[in-house]
C-alpha cells in the first residue's frame, strides 16, 4: 500500500506507536524538533488515544526531565490502570484455574501481559479473554460470586443483559469497581473474535485455540500461540474496518506480534485461505507494514492480496475515511456495508454471511424450526444494516 501517513505530526504520530525496541530514534526526534509545538503533538496524540504511549516514547527519546507534566500525567495514569487491569486479570486466571478453567488473554490484554510489557504504552478500555464454550457458564457463576456484574458497557448493541442472549452473541460482559475506584470491564468470549460479518466457520475454532495456548511464565493467564495471536488480532483490526475507534491503535497489535514472535508464514498463509479471510487479514498486514514498517514478508501479501479492482477500492475507501482521529465519523452507512461486503472472498460467500445457514441461525437467533429461518433472517438483516456498535 501507499505511504498511509504524510505530514511530519502524522510521520512522528506512527513512529511512535512502532514497538519500542525497534523505534527510529533518530528519525523521531528530527520529526518532533521539525513540528517544534509540543501542545499540537500533544492534542493529535490525544485524538489518537495514544498520549501516555508518545509520551513515553518522548521520555525515551529526551529523558524525563525534558517532557511536560500532561505527558507524565497521562503516562502515570494508564500505566497505573493498566497495571491494574492486569493485576485483576491475573487473579482472575487464578481463581478460575482452581476449577480447571483455561483463560486466554486476547488482543492487546495477552500482547500486555504476555509480549509487551510496557503497560503504559498499552491503553485499553476493557480486558478481553477466551474461555471454552463447554465452561462458560461455570465462569460465568465463578465471576457473579466474586463480585462481578453481568452487564453491559453501552445498550448501543441493542442486547437485553440476559445471559443467554450475551452467550449467543458469543460471549459475557462483566463490570467491577477495583480497588483504586476504576472500574474494568471484562469481555468473556467463547467465539475468538465474534463478529457480526464473521461466520462461525471463518474464525479459529476457540477450544482449539485454548488446547494450542502457551503459558505466561508467572501467571495462570495463557496466549494464543503465535500464528493463533496473528490471525485472531487480524480478524479483530478486520472487525473494526481497520480506521473505527481506537484507530490507528489497532495497528499496533499486528506490529509487536510480528516483531515479539516467530511466526510460521507458510502456517499462517495456509490458515487464511482455510478460513476464506484472505482480503481481511491482508489489510491487517498491509496496513502496519506501510504505516510502521512491520517485517511483513512481502511473499505473504503477495499470497494473499486480492484482485487489483477490490484492492484499490478498498484502499481508496481506507484513505478517505482516514487512519487518523479515532472518533471522527469514519464511514456513512452506505459506504460501510460496501466496505464490510468487500471482505467476503466472493459473491456466493457474501451470500452466506447475509443468510447463514439454519444451523446457526439457530445458535444466533434461538430459533426452534426451519418455519422461524424467514423471520430470523430479517432480523440478521436489520442488524447488518443497523447495529454497529459491536460490529
Known amino acids: 500500500m ?26 523521531l526526534r528530527e520529526l518532533y524538533e521539525s513540528i517544534s509545538d509540543d501542545e499540537l503533538v500533544f492534542d493529535f496524540a490525544r485524538k489518537n488515544r495514544a498520549t ?11 529523558g524525563a526531565d525534558a517532557v511536560t507534566t500532561q505527558w507524565h500525567d497521562a503516562i502515570a495514569d494508564v500505566g497505573s490502570t493498566i497495571q491494574e487491569y492486569m493485576d485483576e486479570t491475573d487473579r482472575v486466571a487464578t481463581l478460575l484455574a482452581t476449577e480447571g478453567i483455561s483463560l486466554i488473554a486476547l488482543k492487546n490484554s495477552g500482547i500486555t501481559r504476555g509480549l509487551y510489557r510496557y503497560p503504559a504504552e498499552s491503553p485499553m478500555g476493557d480486558v478481553d479473554v477466551l474461555v471454552s464454550r463447554g465452561r462458560i457458564r461455570d465462569a460465568h457463576k465463578l465471576l457473579t460470586e466474586d463480585g462481578y456484574r453481568l452487564g453491559l458497557q453501552s445498550t448501543a448493541s441493542g442486547q437485553d443483559g440476559e445471559l443467554e442472549a450475551m452467550l449467543a452473541e458469543g460471549g459475557t460482559e462483566y463490570g467491577k469497581e477495583l480497588p483504586s475506584g476504576k472500574n474494568l470491564w471484562f469481555e468473556v468470549q467463547w467465539r475468538p473474535v465474534s463478529g ?3 461466520q462461525p466457520d471463518q474464525e479459529p475454532d476457540g477450544d482449539e485455540l485454548i488446547a494450542r495456548s502457551v503459558a505466561i511464565e508467572g501467571s495462570d493467564i495463557r496466549l494464543l500461540a503465535p500464528l493463533d495471536n496473528l490471525i485472531q488480532v487480524c480478524l479483530h483490526t478486520a472487525k473494526h474496518t481497520y480506521v473505527r475507534a481506537p484507530g490507528l491503535r489497532l495497528h499496533t497489535d499486528v506490529d509487536r506480534i510480528v516483531r515479539y514472535n516467530k511466526i510460521d508464514w507458510t502456517a499462517f498463509t495456509m490458515k487464511a485461505r482455510e478460513l476464506h479471510v484472505t482480503t481481511a487479514v491482508y489489510f491487517s498486514l498491509a496496513i502496519p507494514e506501510a504505516l510502521m514498517g512491520t517485517p511483513i514478508p512481502e511473499a505473504v501479501l503477495t499470497a494473499l492480496r486480492p484482485p487489483h479492482w ?3 477500492f478498498m484502499a481508496n475507501s481506507l484513505r478517505r475515511a482516514g487512519l487518523f482521529d ?20 466472493s459473491i456466493e460467500e457474501l451470500g452466506r454471511g447475509m443468510l447463514p445457514s439454519y444451523e446457526q441461525m439457530a445458535d444466533r437467533y434461538q430459533i426452534t424450526s426451519k418455519a422461524q429461518l424467514p423471520g430470523a433472517w430479517g432480523r440478521r438483516l436489520v442488524d447488518l444494516t443497523w447495529r ?3 460490529t
Open 2 to 27: 501507499q505511504r498511509l501517513s504524510q505530514t511530519p505530526l502524522e510521520q512522528f504520530t506512527v513512529g511512535c506507536l512502532v514497538a519500542r525496541d525497534h523505534c527510529d530514534t533518530d528519525r
Open 52 to 62: 501516555s504511549t508518545i509520551g513515553s516514547r518522548l521520555v525515551q527519546l529526551y
Open 196 to 198: 457480526r460479518w464473521i
Open 310 to 312: 477490490k484492492r484499490e
Open 326 to 345: 479515532a472518533d471522527a465519523p469514519k464511514f456513512n452507512r452506505a459506504e460501510y456495508i460496501l466496505f464490510v461486503a468487500m471482505l467476503y472472498e
Open 388 to 390: 454497529r456498535g459491536k
